[in-house]
């Protein structure tokens, strides 16, 4: 059973950049997809990125491309979210993926592990 345990999350203004990361523990890390959701009050939860097990494959959803960098370190098993230009849209609880194949990383309802969240607020 894989445990996901994310961190990072906080209060920013418009603007400003935040990293989020989370922590695998129980399983293969190497091994598996990584990636990140959101879910917004009164929101379905969103696909925002995934990663590759090797980090070579990346996919990022319209609403961030340009603005966040997923990557991933293997040897600390983690996986991060780099944040950039941050918008009031972007304020949602963030969510930690982990898949075993990358073809149903974008599909919320595929996905066989979840972290618990972790909350970014951007303010104006």
């Known amino acids: 059973q894989v445990q996901l345990v994310e961190s990072g999350g906080g209060l920013v203004q418009a603007g400003a950049s935040l990293r989020v990361s989370c922590v695998a523990s129980?399983?293969?890390?190497?091994?598996?997809?990584m990636g990140w959701f959101r879910q917004a009050p009164g929101k379905d939860r969103e696909f925002v990125a995934y990663i590759s097990w090797r980090g070579r494959t990346t996919n990022y959803a319209d609403s961030v491309k340009g603005r966040f960098t997923i990557s991933r370190d293997n040897a600390k098993n983690t996986v991060y979210l780099q944040m950039n230009s941050l918008k009031l849209e972007d304020t949602a609880v963030y969510y930690c993926?982990?898949?075993?194949?990358?073809?149903?990383?974008?599909?919320?309802?595929?996905?066989?592990?979840w972290g618990k969240g972790t909350l970014v607020t951007v303010s104006s």
């Open positions: 129980g399983g293969t890390f190497s091994a598996l997809a």
């Open positions: 993926a982990a898949h075993s194949t990358i073809q149903d990383m974008a599909n919320a309802r595929r996905i066989n592990y």
